[in-house]
């Protein structure tokens, strides 16, 4: 329960960096799903982001606990693994019901590359915050939950930025 009040709230946060790949920066599309729309992303989105961070939080979690003599970067590679993996299925699937996909930018199947660093850094930093936050009051896990937003809003703008405009040219 303590890892789901971190997540949900980042999850809820998650619409933001959605809104602008898809509003500013046009390479997010939500189709037409008969859902009630934040901006242009799909209401559900705000709850959607809730089951990998779980999973990914929950997997570092069980790591550190189970291994407390290892490395403490180990539970933070571990959980930009598991981010990376889980994101990139997500991706690829996600576009088969549909909930979202990707326009006019590089593509490896139909995961944008330049999200997938950003997807890698999220999973280590959601962690690094819940460590910060482990057994803490709601209103603790509510502030790690805004800058944990803002690393991913950042690392998805550097991201597109070198790996669209830079690299891509």
Same mark, same amino acid.
């Given at each position: 329960?303590?890892?789901?009040? !971190?997540?949900?709230?980042?999850?809820?946060?998650?619409?933001?960096?959605?809104?602008?790949? %898809?509003?500013?920066?046009?390479?997010?599309? !939500?189709?037409?799903?008969?859902? @009630?729309?934040?901006?242009?992303?799909?209401? @559900?989105? *705000?709850?959607?982001?809730?089951?990998?961070? +779980?999973?990914?939080?929950?997997?570092?979690?069980? +790591? /550190?606990?189970?291994?407390? /003599? *290892?490395?403490?970067? #180990?539970? @933070?590679?571990?959980?930009?693994? #598991?981010?990376?993996?889980?994101?990139?299925?997500?991706?690829?699937?996600?576009?088969?019901?549909?909930?979202?996909? *990707?326009?006019?930018? %590089?593509?490896?199947?139909?995961?944008?590359?330049?999200?997938?660093?950003?997807? +890698?850094?999220?999973?280590? $930093?959601?962690?690094?915050?819940?460590?910060?936050? /482990?057994?803490?009051? $709601?209103?603790?896990?509510?502030?790690?939950?805004?800058?944990?937003?803002?690393? @991913?809003?950042?690392?998805?703008? !550097?991201?597109?930025? !070198?790996? /669209?405009?830079?690299?891509?040219?």
């Amino acid at each position: 329960m303590d890892i789901f009040l !971190f997540v949900l709230p980042v999850s809820i946060l998650q619409v933001i960096p959605d809104w602008f790949l %898809s509003k500013v920066l046009g390479v997010l599309v !939500f189709p037409p799903d008969g859902f @009630y729309k934040l901006g242009t992303v799909s209401a @559900y989105m *705000a709850g959607l982001w809730t089951i990998p961070l +779980f999973i990914i939080v929950y997997v570092s979690t069980r +790591f /550190e606990k189970r291994y407390p /003599e *290892a490395n403490p970067i #180990s539970k @933070y590679l571990l959980a930009g693994g #598991s981010a990376l993996i889980i994101f990139f299925l997500s991706e690829e699937f996600m576009r088969l019901i549909p909930v979202w996909y *990707a326009q006019n930018v %590089s593509l490896v199947g139909h995961t944008a590359i330049y999200v997938l660093f950003p997807e +890698f850094v999220l999973g280590i $930093f959601a962690t690094f915050a819940y460590f910060h936050t /482990e057994h803490k009051p $709601f209103r603790t896990k509510l502030l790690w939950a805004i800058p944990t937003m803002f690393v @991913y809003l950042g690392a998805l703008s !550097f991201s597109y930025l !070198f790996v /669209e405009g830079v690299w891509k040219v």
